[in-house]
């Protein structure tokens, strides 16, 4: 047999680890051949493949990023996409997908399957951790440990001026990075998109904090809304999958605290350093698990699956199922970080 791997949407830690273990197992013990595809749905697309091999695998365990490369292309919205993903497949003899991403990525995957039988197995991935039917995907932790790393760094320099430091950090409908990093990182207000916030709140929190003599730190999820705003967004356009640019939102308090409280407060974007560098060992583990079990279920002939993580165990689950809805933050998780706000 002849199986394909494409990786989509953002990167993430742990990517190639996934690669890894789908390739060395499926070689050493099943004999497959594998085609990679490049940047995502773009491969297949287009038929643009690149040798996947042991040799192709070897020394990419903790390497960030993904060897396959990525895009956040649509098919669902080419002329004639399911078409030429059909005949691309035939023409590299691929008899079987293996789609590692997470809830655009895999909702192709789903409609490839459920609609048209194209032979396609599931990976979870997104930094964000809200694929429904896992409890954890991979690059999530190391996100968290980049984050939690930035605030901690930035208690000194905001106590040094005895100022207030916004900490923007990636999450558009989602703020499981923003409560993890802010609870590990000793934050003073932590803002999710689940939760819309009132400003007059957040400055009644900040300026407890002053008369405790502390600066406040303040972690803020992209997606987090004022209860009487909008989303903030970074400009008007849209991927393929018709998400808006978000990034803004921690500017925007910053300047909100500052005119409210008339204290001095700025600004910290993590942005993609979330996203970048070496996978932690968590995510090395979970992402090598992934890939085995992703293989196995091409071997059973099991298709239309996502691998799952269930406490430490990795089940299959429909894709359908798993990308039907987000996983947000549950309110009583984020009432237990309450405790320590202001």
Not at 122 to 137: E, F, H, Q
Not at 140 to 157: C, M, P, S, Y
Not at 211 to 236: F, H, N, Q, T
Request: with cysteine.
């Amino acid at each position: 047999m002849r199986v394909g791997v494409l990786t989509g949407g953002g990167d993430c830690p742990g990517l190639n680890a996934v690669i890894r273990g789908i390739v060395r197992k499926g070689v050493q013990e099943y004999g497959y051949d594998f085609t990679g595809y490049r940047d995502g749905w773009r491969g297949p697309l287009e038929g643009d493949t690149v040798p996947l091999d042991i040799s192709a695998v070897r020394g990419i365990l903790p390497r960030g990023g993904t060897i396959l490369g990525s895009s956040r292309t649509n098919p669902l919205q080419q002329d004639n996409g399911i078409r030429r993903i059909k005949e691309n497949l035939a023409k590299h003899e691929v008899e079987a997908l293996i789609a590692i991403g997470g809830e655009d990525t895999l909702g192709v995957a789903a409609r490839l399957a459920d609609d048209y039988g194209i032979n396609c197995v599931g990976v979870p991935k997104t930094i964000d951790n809200d694929l429904s039917a896992t409890d954890y995907t991979f690059g999530f932790d190391t996100a968290v440990g980049i984050a939690t790393e930035a605030i901690d760094r930035l208690h000194t320099t905001a106590e040094s001026h005895m100022r207030v430091l916004v900490v923007e950090v990636m999450g558009r409908h989602a703020g499981w990075i923003a409560l993890h990093s802010g609870l590990a990182g000793g934050a003073n207000v932590i803002l999710i998109p689940e939760q819309r916030f009132d400003m007059e709140q957040v400055c009644a929190w900040v300026t407890s904090r002053f008369r405790a003599s502390y600066a406040p730190i303040v972690v803020v999820a992209e997606g987090a809304m004022p209860r009487d705003g909008d989303m903030v967004l970074k400009d008007e356009s849209r991927d393929s999958f018709g998400h808006v640019r978000l990034s803004g939102v921690g500017e925007w308090l910053a300047k909100e605290i500052e005119r409210r409280t008339g204290k001095e407060a700025r600004t910290t974007v993590l942005g993609h350093v979330q996203r970048g560098g070496t996978p932690s060992a968590f995510d090395r583990w979970l992402a090598t698990r992934f890939g085995l079990h992703a293989i196995e279920a091409v071997r059973d002939g099991d298709f239309g699956k996502m691998v799952a993580l269930r406490g430490t165990d990795i089940v299959r689950v429909p894709i359908s199922e798993a990308t039907a809805r987000l996983k947000t933050v549950d309110p009583s998780l984020y009432q237990e970080a309450g405790v320590f706000f202001g």
